[in-house]
C-alpha cells in the first residue's frame, strides 16, 4: 500500500505540472494565442470521451500509458519537428498542442479511476485525496516552470516531455485493475475461507 500511494503521488505530481504547465504554455506554441487555445478546448472534450471508450476494453493502467505517451510524442514533436513562424498559423505546433491536451484531457480521468481502485474501500477518499493533492502541488509550481521558456526558448516543453516519459516508469510497478473484485469483496471472502478452515 505504502509503495502504491507513493507511485500515484508521483504519477499525479507529474500530470499535474504537465496539465497546469501546458495549458499556460499554449500561448507561447503559435502565433495567435486565440486559435491556438480555442483549438485546444475543441480538442479537450474528444480527449475525456476517448478515454470512456477505451478504459472498458483495455483496462486502466494501459489507458493512462496510450495517453501519456501520445501526450509525450506530441510535446517531443512540438519541440523537435514543429518549426515556429514557418507555415501559416503555426499549424504544425498548433496541431500538435492540440493532440497533446487531448492526451492530457484523456490521462486524467483514466488516472483518476486508476487511483480509486488501488486504493481499499475503507481508505479510497483519504486515499485518492491524499494522491490528488499532489496535482494541486504541480499547479503552484507550473507558473514558475514555464517561465524556463525565458531562458532557454521551448526548455519548459523539454522538460515536460522528460517528466511525461518518466511516468510510464512509474505506473508500471502498479497492478492493472481491469476485470478484478474490489479490495472489499476480496477481504469478504478471505474472512470466509478463514471461518471454514
Known amino acids: ?6 507511485l ?6 507529474c500530470t499535474g505540472l ?5 495549458s499556460q504554455y499554449l500561448g507561447m506554441i503559435g502565433e495567435n494565442i486565440f486559435l491556438t487555445v480555442g483549438i485546444s478546448g475543441i480538442i479537450y472534450v474528444p480527449g475525456g470521451l476517448i478515454c470512456l471508450l477505451i478504459i ?18 506530441c510535446f517531443l514533436l512540438i519541440v523537435f519537428e514543429s518549426p515556429k513562424n514557418v507555415f501559416v498559423n503555426d499549424w504544425p505546433r498548433l496541431s500538435f498542442a ?10 486524467v480521468p483514466a488516472l483518476f479511476l486508476y487511483s480509486g481502485e488501488l486504493f481499499p474501500t ?13 496535482a494541486r502541488i504541480a499547479a503552484m509550481i507550473a507558473t514558475a516552470f514555464v517561465s524556463l521558456n525565458s531562458i532557454i526558448p521551448d526548455l519548459p516543453l523539454m522538460l515536460l516531455t522528460i517528466i511525461t516519459f518518466a511516468q ?12 478484478y473484485p474490489t479490495f472489499q469483496i476480496q477481504l469478504k471472502k478471505q474472512k470466509k475461507v478463514s471461518r471454514f478452515n
Do not use: C, H
Request: hydrophobic share 50%; aromatic share 12%.
Open 1 to 6: 500500500m505504502r509503495l502504491k500511494t507513493l
Open 8 to 13: 500515484l503521488s508521483a504519477n499525479w505530481f
Open 18 to 22: 504537465a496539465f497546469y504547465a501546458f
Open 56 to 73: 472498458p476494453k483495455v483496462g486502466r493502467r494501459p489507458t493512462v500509458w496510450i495517453f501519456q505517451v501520445l501526450t509525450a510524442l
Open 98 to 107: 492540440g493532440i497533446g491536451f487531448g492526451g492530457l484531457a484523456g490521462s
Open 122 to 134: 475503507l481508505g479510497r477518499n483519504a486515499g485518492v485525496g491524499g494522491v490528488t493533492t499532489f
Open 168 to 179: 510510464l516508469i512509474l505506473i508500471l510497478p502498479l497492478p492493472e485493475t481491469k476485470d
